[in-house]
């Protein structure tokens, strides 16, 4: 799916916009993206009604040291806002699972905002167990 990478590209702005993030906007990201999901780095769900993207899942492969199993990183799942609560959202987890699944790993992770209590209801009404943690990033550039 790296000929998709400019719509993929496209949904990820306005996911980071969405989460108050101030990443996607350098000019080699579009081009970042179509070469990790050209090496299999990446994988990538497109949401879409008759030619318009809605919204987009994706999928990193890890490692857990404390379990010695491969896990799958949700890495993004976003719809924009109109095409919420129509189960698309529904659909795109459930191809994610199913892709992790064929991989071997023995779970799904991610993560969401606190204060996106939406997606927080979705992901319990999926099946999901919350676990309190806080994430850390530190810039290495």
Not at 51 to 70: C, I, K, Q, V
Not at 116 to 130: I, Q, S
């Amino acid at each position: 799916m790296p000929g998709d990478a400019a719509v993929l590209a496209a949904l990820c702005r306005e996911h980071a916009c969405y989460e108050r993030l101030a990443s996607c906007n350098d000019d080699g990201f579009e081009a970042r993206l179509a070469a990790a999901l050209a090496a299999g780095r990446l994988q990538a769900w497109l949401a879409g009604r008759r030619e318009e993207a809605l919204g987009y899942a994706s999928l990193t492969l890890d490692f857990a040291t404390l379990s010695a199993r491969p896990f799958a990183y949700l890495d993004c799942l976003y719809l924009r806002p109109a095409a919420r609560g129509q189960g698309l959202g529904a659909c795109l987890l459930h191809e994610v699972k199913q892709c992790a699944v064929a991989l071997g790993c023995a779970e799904l992770q991610w993560q969401t905002p606190d204060w996106n209590e939406a997606a927080v209801r979705f992901y319990l009404r999926a099946g999901a167990t919350l676990r309190d943690k806080k994430r850390f990033a530190m810039s290495l550039a």
